[in-house]
């Protein structure tokens, strides 16, 4: 077993941290506890829940999967910088006003994921925001609420796009 | 019904009754959620278990020698270590007449019972290092022939899981009303074998407490992903020996309970052990594969019933046989006992049935422990009654809504007390059921059906009624002995600025109990909901009280809430009467301002607390401004609120492959007065949800020899996003006149009788192919071998 401390680099929410971790350590523990960003979550540690979804120099990553050290000079997002940042406020107010959540548990996930679905622009069907969905488990909600929020937020940022609706 | 004030409670509907997001909840969406395993405190350990690897086994011996020596380990406990200052736990209650189950410690002492069962624990600095340790733990097992079928436990020579019983049957019970033999005597017979099997909660945060002994003065400080603080502060004092006064016990934010986290787990005892022998923070996160091994279980029910049924489609009679597994002993301190009794008590309660046999029969096994998991018992009840009720529609040539008109219990004959015993105060069967035919659009549905139908597509429609238990009394734990609370407390006191903070006892998984409480007070009160803020779940803060169960939140909590919301009225309007010099019963309060008989203002509510609070001196002499009140509620009345409603699903079965796609579910609910529809429509939702799970996918799979096959959630098929319809659901509302409020519950209604319609729309969809499927879930495999396509 390798347990020599390797120092890595990783821009975290914008910000450049440095810290010396275990070769083993997941970039989930890393975050949750060397950075106390507790947004990300660990519903199963094996890449099937996407609770524990970060944004990793842009795209949806399970960081559950992933080594912090593999993270060494990459840039992660995590909930707390995508919601402090404001680039998801829309889909906030929409999960919001929808409860598009109820323990809360998969929703850091569930925004990652909707943020990812919508990147491309466009309105998604219904059926293909459900399928976008289909790596993220949420057992409260039955989904139909956050489908209904991602449509929503979807629908508004189309109508933005051409000045009026569609 | 309580009255806690002689000021009569106007619904004004501005708050109860109104779709209000939840303002707490906005927290989640900015990563700012505080679970258990979220919490570190200094000089915390972690902690990690060493489980057995078999389903039953003898220990001969445990060696920690070289594992102590791990680095980062800060001590290895073993059964013997905590059997010291742990009291034994029994989970039986006495009205469950001769019910018997094996005494439980935290950790396995000479014998091993499941596969899963702790042994050890690490505790570490982190649970990395306690998880290398468990490797050098050396344990001799003599492995025993393990229990694995409940069916096969029964049997003379079986394998003993409890020695000191003399057998495997944990309980037994008879229920007999009426007449049954008269009743199937010259009737149309109509009969099934079920197989209901295994599946579990998987919450999405898993089970975590991190327990915190202060050894110089006795302080115990638990936080615990639990819906039941009060009940664990109740337990960690009796079985540890503490002052419970000096137990707090506090539930942060739970990612998903549905009833698997009120049940006491070998871990939780063991942490809290582990805190208390080392004087140091201990905590522990199951990881999934421990959740699947150790969460309680649900279902796992054999059923074996048989319907009496008139010519003319009236129902006559039912006999029910029941046996069930519930793991090797039964769940602390609720029982293992309760889902079956359920499922033998409300088979039928919808319908006008005076003759009725039941048997139960409940089984140890060497499985993990089945216990109470959301809609307990219903979702087995409901599938047995309204598949036979399907069953003899089509024996007698009746549509499925017209037998259940002719038989359901109507609007004359309430108060109705079921063949079982149940008293129902009032239902809206009738008025559900003509709903769910019009939202549905049966007869388009139906059409379509059967045009697809020449076409080689295979749909199918179910119905499922259901009647649900709710705002128990203690006729359902504290008759029996169990330290579980029937009855809520609430505290609501006037802040130096004249908002309102309540603490209640009634707890938040995420249902909406903060919202809907601050819904009730508010309107209660006659205040603006800004200005109302909400606590729960922390033993030391709120009165004592049941918490979550039972679909209990908005009965007993909002009317324990509506009560306190009224006294604080009472005591605001006297107060202001007093410094106004005015008769206080000239004076109301409306949105924070204290107005009199001609709707003036007189004062603000915020006025009122900054002469109560800093200028005393102005106040009539002897009169302080007490503007804190606190209320208990406990349901008194009948022993439970039924609810009611039906399901309606619309599902396709590809005959081909086996797959059902669900594409349409309907839900026509009455839980009685709704205080937030649209977190009604969502605690429907996910029910429906986990129960169309149970139906199609959910199921934990044990080898011959009792390994439990499927424990991750890759094996472990828990319903996606994409694999789930839309679900519409509709209000019909009856409210309890046991309370003023009027609530119900909501929180199971959407599992009690989803599955049982997707099971009547499985079978209403392969009835062409005079095939049928009694088991859940209906996998693909099963759906091919019922219509026989393969062998
Ligand atoms: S925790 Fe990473 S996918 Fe479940
Ligand atoms: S809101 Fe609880 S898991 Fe999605």
């Known amino acids: ?166 | 019904m309580s009255n806690a004030s002689d000021i009569p409670f106007a619904k004004t509907t501005k708050y109860i009754g109104a779709a209000l997001p939840r303002a707490t909840a906005k927290r989640f969406l900015f990563g700012r959620g505080r679970y258990t395993d979220d919490i570190e405190v200094p000089r915390m350990l972690s902690a990690a278990f060493l489980r057995c690897p078999y389903a039953h086994a003898r220990i001969l011996a445990i060696d920690t020698t070289n594992a102590r020596k791990f680095p980062g380990v800060h001590s290895i406990l073993t059964g013997v270590d905590l059997a010291r200052i742990c009291r034994p736990w029994v989970g039986t209650l006495t009205h469950f007449a001769g019910m018997k189950s094996a005494p439980q410690l935290p950790l396995a002492m000479e014998k091993a019972v499941w596969s899963g069962h702790p042994i050890a624990i690490v505790i570490a600095e982190t649970r990395a290092q306690a998880e290398d340790a468990l490797e050098a733990i050396q344990v001799e097992f003599v492995e025993l022939p393990a229990v694995v079928d409940a069916l096969d436990g029964l049997n003379e020579h079986s394998a003993l899981i409890n020695e000191a019983a003399g057998d495997n049957l944990i309980y037994a019970t008879q229920i007999e009303a009426g007449t049954i033999a008269q009743a199937f005597e010259d009737a149309e017979i109509v009969e099934a074998d079920f197989i209901f099997g295994r599946h579990t909660a998987v919450t999405m945060e898993p089970r975590s407490i991190l327990a915190n002994f202060d050894p110089s003065t006795g302080r115990l400080d638990v936080h615990q992903s639990t819906q039941t603080p009060y009940q664990f502060q109740d337990v960690y004092a009796r079985h540890f020996n503490l002052s419970e006064a000096n137990v707090r016990v506090v539930a942060p934010d739970v990612g998903g309970s549905f009833g698997m986290k009120l049940h006491v787990y070998h871990e939780d005892m063991a942490v809290v052990g582990a805190s208390i022998i080392s004087g140091r923070p201990v905590k522990f996160t199951a990881d999934r594969m421990e959740s699947f091994a150790s969460d309680i279980h649900a279902r796992d029910h054999r059923v074996r019933a048989r319907l009496a049924v008139s010519s003319e489609g009236i129902l006559r009679g039912f006999d029910v046989d029941d046996v069930t597994g519930v793991g090797p002993f039964s769940t602390y301190p609720r029982t293992s006992v309760v889902e079956g009794n359920q499922v033998v008590r409300l088979i039928g309660a919808a319908y006008r049935v005076t003759d009725y046999r039941a048997a139960l029969r409940v089984v140890a096994q060497n499985k993990n422990q089945m216990s109470q998991y959301r809609a307990v018992g219903h979702p087995v009840a409901f599938a047995v009654t309204e598949y036979l009720v399907d069953l003899a529609a089509r024996k007698v040539g009746l549509d499925p809504f017209e037998i259940r008109r002719r038989n359901y219990l109507t609007q004359d004959m309430y108060p109705h007390t079921t063949a079982t015993g149940y008293q129902i105060e009032r239902l809206s069967l009738e008025i559900c059921l003509e709903k769910l035919h019009e939202v549905m659009d049966y007869a388009a549905i139906v059409a379509e059906q059967e045009r697809l139908r020449r076409t080689g597509v295979y749909r199918g429609i179910g119905i499922a009624t259901y009647v649900e238990i709710t705002n128990p009394s203690p006729a359902f734990y504290g008759v029996g002995g169990g330290h579980v609370s029937a009855q809520d407390g609430c505290i609501l006191k006037v802040t130096q600025s004249g908002e309102i903070q309540c603490m209640i006892s009634v707890t938040e998984q995420g249902q909406g109990t903060e919202a809907i409480i601050a819904q009730i007070v508010a309107e209660a009160v006659g205040t603006d909901i800004a200005t109302v803020r909400v606590f729960t779940g922390d033993t030391d803060m709120t009165p004592a009280g049941g918490a979550a169960w039972a679909c209990r939140g908005a009965g007993v909590g909002g009317e324990t809430a509506l009560q306190a919301g009224k006294k604080l009225k009472k005591r605001i309007v006297e107060v202001a009467g007093a410094i106004l010099h005015c008769p206080a019963h000239h004076l109301t309060l409306v949105d924070g301002r204290i107005v009199d008989a001609q709707q003036h203002t007189r004062m603000t509510l915020r006025e009122l607390a900054h002469l109560s609070y800093f200028r005393s001196d102005l106040l009539p002499a002897g009169r302080p401004a007490e503007l804190t009140v606190a209320h208990h509620h406990g349901p008194s009345g009948f022993p439970f609120a039924f609810t009611n409603g039906i399901h309606g699903s619309l599902v396709e079965v590809d005959v081909e492959t086996g797959i059902v796609k669900i594409l349409k579910h309907w839900v026509v609910e009455d839980c009685g007065t709704v205080i937030n529809p649209l977190l009604v429509e969502e605690q429907i939702r996910g029910g429906v949800v986990q129960g169309l799970g149970a139906a199609l996918f959910e199921e934990c799979r044990y080898s011959a020899s009792g390994q439990l096959l499927n424990g991750s959630m890759a094996d472990y098929l828990v319903p996606m996003a994409c694999e789930m319809p839309d679900i519409e659901v509709y209000h019909v509302e009856t409210p309890t006149r046991d309370t003023e409020l009027g609530a119900k519950g909501c929180g199971e209604a959407g599992t009690a009788a989803s599955s049982a319609a997707a099971l009547n729309a499985v079978n209403n969809a392969l009835s062409v192919f005079g095939a049928s499927i009694t088991q859940i879930p209906m996998t693909p495999e099963r759906i091919l071998r019922a219509i026989g396509a393969v062998g």
């Open chain 1, 1 to 166: 077993m390798l347990t020599t401390a390797l120092l890595v680099t990783v821009m975290v929410n914008g910000e450049s941290v440095q810290r010396f971790v275990e070769p083993r350590l997941s970039l989930a523990d890393f975050l949750r506890r060397d950075l106390g960003l507790t947004g990300t979550h660990l519903g199963c540690e094996m890449g099937a829940c996407g609770a524990c979804l970060v944004s990793l120099n842009g795209s949806a990553v399970h960081s559950c999967l992933m080594l912090a050290v593999q993270a060494d000079g990459l840039s992660v997002d995590t909930i707390e910088g995508l919601a402090e940042s404001g680039f998801i406020s829309d889909l906030q107010t929409a999960f919001h006003e929808r409860n598009a959540m109820q323990c809360g548990f998969c929703t850091s996930g569930m925004l990652i994921a909707a943020r990812e679905c919508l990147a491309h622009g466009g309105v998604p069907s219904r059926e293909e925001i459900r399928d976008a969905l289909s790596g993220n488990y949420c057992r409260c909600t039955g989904y139909q609420s956050i489908v209904d929020a991602i449509e929503t937020v979807a629908i508004a940022r189309a109508e933005k796009e051409v000045g009026g609706p569609v």
